[in-house]
């Protein structure tokens, strides 16, 4: 089955604990991308990769890092964590060939506190 | 830059009432545009697109038209049911050298039996 996974689902952490947010996908896409979705804004993309070692900036990367070593992972790393990105978070992929092609794909989210 | 804008939430109808979510943007190409669903406790996931001028998207009796002389993609059902409550969202790519998606800030559906 096509899909993006995510873990852990749910993450209740303190503030300045480093954590890591998994994401997989088995649909060989080259793009993948984190969001994060917050009450009256939307989605909001944090950071993407256009294929594997090639990763930018979003609209709103502060505090986030990535790293895309193989294609079918795309982690989501939060050094010192703070309260403000108490927030649920979405990773997605597309195989990004333009036209038909740009559907994305999203895994089931991650809901994560921050204390 | 590209944006989209969404009808304001929540929305309360009643089971077989028509139902219209409006989405209107801006974009500096040449957009293709989406309707994605977001049902309680899941992930976002596509519900039609469009990806020219005068294209009309459907699926699962949803529908909607791009065009481009008013930049809108309203979404439209004839008759909802309880099971199509939740959030949607309107969402735009400009191609280029990547395909970033701007997304609206969605729209919070409530079907009431």
């Known amino acids: 089955e096509a899909q993006v996974t995510q873990n852990p689902r749910y993450l209740i952490t303190v503030t300045g604990k480093k954590l890591t947010v998994t994401c997989s996908q088995n649909?060989?896409?080259?793009?993948m991308s984190w969001y994060r979705q917050d009450p009256g804004l939307g989605l909001r993309q944090i950071y993407y990769?256009?294929?594997?070692?090639?990763?930018d900036k979003g609209d709103v990367p502060e505090g986030y890092k990535v790293s895309r070593k193989e294609k079918r992972n795309f982690p989501l790393i939060l050094e010192s964590p703070s309260p403000n990105q108490t927030s649920l978070y979405f990773c997605a992929s597309s195989s990004g060939q333009g036209g038909d092609y740009n559907e994305q794909f999203f895994g089931p989210g991650t809901r994560l506190t921050v204390l | 830059g590209d944006s989209v804008t969404q009808m304001e939430g929540p929305v309360t109808l009643s089971e077989e009432a028509f139902l219209t979510i409006n989405c209107t943007y801006t974009?500096?190409?040449?957009?293709?545009l989406f309707w994605y669903v977001q049902y309680p406790g899941e992930g976002l996931q596509l519900l039609l697109k469009?990806?020219?001028?005068?294209d009309k998207g459907s699926n699962k009796g949803f529908e909607a038209t791009y065009r481009k002389e008013t930049t809108s993609f309203h979404l439209e059902k004839g008759s909802v049911q309880v099971s199509d409550s939740a959030v949607y969202f309107c969402?735009?790519?400009?191609?280029?050298?990547?395909?970033?998606?701007?997304f609206g800030t969605g729209t919070k559906l409530q079907v009431i039996p």
């Open positions: 974009a500096t190409g040449y957009p293709s």
């Open positions: 990769s256009m294929n594997v070692e090639v990763t």
């Open positions: 469009a990806t020219k001028a005068d």
């Open positions: 969402a735009l790519i400009v191609s280029g050298g990547y395909q970033k998606v701007t």
């Open positions: 649909m060989n896409h080259e793009y």
